[in-house]
């Protein structure tokens, strides 16, 4: 079976610009999560999905941090505008309900200039 | 973090040798979690441990967990080169897991 997969693994942006990245999860699986991951605060958790419906949305990160999961098998996040802030691995994962095991992709690497 | 909490720490050791790293909690759980993350990679279940467990083992791997003191522990037996990663505990509200900083493990061949 196919892993997560995420893409593009790297993403360089200017300041003030749009990125989309994108997320497919394990197939089967119901639950689906975005973090965002750096040296000094680890990993972070953005946004969480169970079939589709938006669980939690990350809190202080509301505001230019968009995740949607429009069908099962895939989901993207959107920053707009980006902020050299910004720059950090976003990581997928999925899950299968009330398993608690997280299958994770190999990451976004995101680099704000 | 205000569950799962390792200080980072950053630990170098001979390939062979034994290394056992901590973590600890704040709230309540029912699993605890350890992944392993290698570098370019995305974290890997290594082990997970229930509030009604107090060790598990996998291969070269044991967790211990007691939930008096809020604490879990990772043990790996006769490290090898490959087990150079970063090791993270997490713990878990339903689905959601909250991970520590990490423990960076560095063996040496």
Known sequence: ?113 | SQWGEENLQALSIQEGEDVTMNCSYKTYTTVVQWYRQKSGKGPAQLILIRSNEREKRSGRLRATLDTSSQSSSLSITGTLATDTAVYFCSNSAGNKLTFGIGTRVLVRP
């Open chain 1, 1 to 113: 079976d196919a892993g997560v997969t995420q893409t593009p693994r790297h993403e360089v942006a200017e300041k003030g610009q749009t990125i989309i990245l994108k997320c497919e999860p394990v197939s089967g699986h119901n639950d689906l999560f975005w973090y965002r991951q750096t040296k000094i605060q680890g990993l972070e958790l953005l946004s969480y999905f169970r079939s589709k419906s938006l669980m939690e949305d990350g809190g202080a990160f509301k505001d230019r941090f968009k995740a949607e999961m429009l069908n099962s098998s895939f989901s993207t996040l959107k920053i707009q505008p980006t902020e050299p802030k910004d720059s950090a691995v976003y990581l997928c994962a999925s899950s299968l309900e009330n398993t608690g095991q997280l299958y994770f992709g190999e990451g976004s690497k995101l680099t704000v200039l």
